[in-house]
């Protein structure tokens, strides 16, 4: 009987979940995906976590108690570096401690299988390799990997075309309209940017794409592509922070192709990658192209009614400003 490895859905699996499980079911493991977030799960994270942590990671730790006691290994990947264009750039300090965090918080947990993904010291196949039990042969790995890999693609490929990470994790669609104008134009688009882990998990956003339409705006997202990603690492005081990137790549194309009216940006209270990557943004919105942006910090106690307000209020002046 195939075992089961458990892979929370939160924080990166909204990236990678096409690789790890194919990777895992070519290994001959049984994938088993936690449930979508929901309010207990939600409250059982926040009731373990400290209180400085971020919303998704408080997520994360409620996800792995409701899966842990159902599989027989859960997947806890430690995220620290990757290569763009010539120079390393890295996961967040919390997503890289992650399998630390995890440990501390929990008494009892399954076999952790945990890949260092660290391309400055290890390949992609010594990190597996060394992370996966049993006597697995190089050859079995690396098929595995090159499987892994072309699922990887073909979902970034569909993400973009279908707007859904991974055609999965959400029910809230990117695509679909506003208002209209007499002349079959979007009334008001509002560029939408966040992490895909808080973005597209409701139970995490309340919806806030689905808020923005009802308030009568088109929201926008956009899926940076690698080349789009390589270009932000080599600008002038780049960050140094992998997914960061993906987000200051996404609000350049809303600004600069997009042409959206308005940026609205969803990030996490206790996020301290979050507050540097969103003042740029922000700058950059205002002062270069006079875009007006909002930023929605989600954390446990944000409200519905607090939601709905301050979008409706950005787009209501979003539509002041095309009259
Ligand atoms: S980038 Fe921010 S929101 Fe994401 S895991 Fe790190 S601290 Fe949390």
Redesign the pocket.
Known sequence: MARRIGICRA?HAYHHFAFWRTFFTEMGWEVVLSEPTSRPVLELGVRLSPAEL?L??KAFLGHVAALKDRVDALFLPRIVCTRVAGDWFFG?P??IALPDLTRAVFDSLPLIVEPVLDKQILTEEQSFRNAIPGRNSRSHVRKALRLANAAATDAALRTRAEGLPLHMFSDQGTKGEGQRTGDGRPAVRVGVVG?SY?LFDSGLNLGVLDKVREAGAEPTVVFPTAVEVEMESTRDNALNWY?ELELLAAAHRLLEVERVDGLLLVA?F?????AVTNELIQRAAVHRHGVPTVMLLMDEHTGEAGIVTRIESFVDLLRLRKR
Not at 270 to 274: I, L, N, S
């Open positions: 924080l971020c998704p990671v967040c919390k997503a992490h808080l997914y996490s206790a996020c301290g990658t979050g």
